[in-house]
């Protein structure tokens, strides 16, 4: 079954909001598949949202692990006993490895982040999966999830800021480089190589997608990033081997020949 | 809302003299959970002004180089009372937003709830 | 070989598939052609990928199910995927935990198509 968007006034724009809000409504208990430029889940019980995840935003894993918070052992040993009996956030607190209240933050921000990072790009058909009996659920359920309005508010909020961010030309796709060279201390602007876009930066390092485009906009801002001038230039790192062995630097790759005056091959 | 969340909310709720309260993750403004008595204070639109400030507050330390860390900041108003309680300083994710009635809050007293309400949730 | 071409190819699927970090073409015996790189050391990537390939299809070989269609290895920090090109060359491509693993399959088919065209030359 799919969810078509009907036309209607006071209704949340876009077909994913209008899936959750229409299955919420319903006590849905089941998976939404989104499709579209960006694919992914979102998973409700009983009508409430209790879980996302798509590969536009970091989801609970590289959330904990990437950002150092931690460590991989410890993740993995909670992983392997709690995982396959539905019962991963137990066993993150009985080891010590988060508090309760931390494991319900990161289920409830990892969740809201992919529902906005799907909302943002733009969902075309959402595929309605009522939940089978001994099927496994998500890794990290928010218990007891949101309710479809108060998600449907949240997301709104965050598209309303992506949309300013946009007229920065701040968008979750786009390549962004630093205006100056050298190394900075901010973790994040050190992460900006012109090859990576927010998305990318949010997984490198393990923050959420909304936060992650919060703060490069207070970056671009300040003028220490900007957006890469068009996507089909190549990034400056990018060296071909050719068949004598000896690397060749592909011409007009590196910002050196914004600075030097280009000189044609010999 | 969850039950950890949701148990700090009501304790929240308890302090003389409540009007509204919200717990948000400062990175992304999101309010985890909220609690009002008051229908006409939205407390939406209260926790996305709060994050701001806080972000504002978080910054311009940074730009005076602060080494320290925010705890709380509190906003007098003519009525009103407004708290905002950093939790969890290390990961620096959240922080509780309290308002209340001028009148009817003991400001002090108030604090001190927060103090031990945040250190719960720092657990 | 054209060789921006065969880069192309590369910063292509990098931009197409999210969560696509690097990539590298080489031959099966670990010689580097052509990367996309950035933290990556492409020639050492290169000769890794060559074992991790030939090593895919002896095993897929010696247990009987016939050609090799990709080797995935999942880290802590992401994906490596190296599909083999033609007979002669392979491509490797590194992602992150995000990458969308489906779409990578499905786009890299043309990425692939289009390197054994170029290579062939």
């Known amino acids: 079954m799919t969810d078509t968007p009907e036309p209607g006034q006071g209704r949340p724009s876009g077909v994913l909001l209008a899936s959750i809000e229409r299955r919420a409504k319903d006590g849905f208990t089941g998976t939404l598949r989104a499709e579209g430029p960006l694919s992914g889940e979102v998973v409700l019980a009983g009508g409430r949202v209790v879980a996302a995840a798509t590969p536009g935003a970091p989801g609970v894993e590289p959330l904990l692990l990437r950002s150092g918070r931690v460590s991989d052992e410890a993740w993995s040993a909670a992983f392997a006993e709690g995982a396959p009996h539905g019962r991963l956030a137990e066993a993150l607190v ?3 490895v988060l508090g309760a209240v ?33 099927a496994p659920g998500p890794p990290l359920p928010a218990d007891p999830g949101l309710d479809g309005e108060r998600l449907i508010k949240e997301t709104t909020r965050r598209l309303g800021a992506a949309a300013r961010w946009q007229e920065l030309g701040l968008t979750a796709s786009v390549f962004l480089v630093r205006t100056s060279n050298g190394l900075p ?3 994040l602007l050190a992460a900006v190589n012109g090859r990576r876009t927010a998305r990318d930066l949010a997984f490198a390092l393990g923050r959420g997608l909304f936060a992650t485009m919060w703060s490069l906009t207070d970056l671009m801002e300040a003028g220490a990033v900007t957006t890469a001038e068009s996507a089909s230039e ?33 | 809302m969850s039950l950890t969340i949701d148990t700090a909310l009501k304790e929240v709720q308890a302090i003389e003299g409540f009007l509204g309260a919200s717990l948000v993750d400062y990175e992304s403004g999101m309010p985890l959970g909220i609690v009002s008595s008051d229908p006409e204070f939205d407390l939406d639109v209260a926790a996305a002004v709060t994050t701001d400030i806080v972000r504002a507050q978080v910054k311009a330390f940074r730009a005076l180089e602060v080494e320290d860390a925010i705890e709380d900041i509190l906003i007098s108003l003519t009525n009103q009372y407004h708290i905002i309680r950093v939790v969890d300083r290390e990961a620096d994710r959240l922080f509780l937003y309290v308002a209340l009635d001028r009148e009817r809050a003991n400001l002090g007293l108030a604090r001190i709830t927060l103090r031990k309400i945040e250190r719960e949730l720092a657990v | 070989m054209n060789k921006e071409a065969v880069l192309a190819e590369l910063t292509d699927l990098r931009k197409e598939v999210p969560g696509v970090t690097e990539s590298a073409t080489a031959s099966v015996d670990g010689m580097l052609i052509a990367s ?17 390939l030939g090593l895919g299809k002896s095993t897929g070989h010696e247990v009987g199910m016939g050609e090799l269609r990709e080797v995935v290895t999942r880290c802590a920090g992401g994906h490596i995927v190296v599909y083999a090109v033609g007979k002669k060359a392979l491509l490797v491509v590194l992602g992150d935990e995000g990458l969308d693993v489906g779409r990578l399959h499905v786009r890299s088919r043309t990425t692939v198509a289009h390197l054994v065209d170029l290579l062939d030359q």
Do not use: N
């Open chain 1, 94 to 96: 009985r080891r010590g």
């Open chain 1, 102 to 134: 931390d494991v319900e933050v990161l289920a409830l921000t990892a969740l809201a982040d992919a529902v906005f990072a799907l909302a943002l790009r733009g969902v075309h058909t959402c595929t309605v999966m009522p939940a089978k009996p001994d």
């Open chain 1, 185 to 187: 201390s901010d973790p």
């Open chain 1, 234 to 266: 190549p990034s400056a790192h990018v060296v071909l081997e050719t068949p004598d062995g000896l690397p060749k630097r592909l011409r007009g790759a590196s910002d050196i020949v914004r600075v030097l005056p280009f000189r044609p091959d010999r």
């Open chain 3, 36 to 52: 996309d790189t950035d933290q990556a050391r492409p020639d050492v990537l290169a000769a890794l990928a060559a074992t991790t």
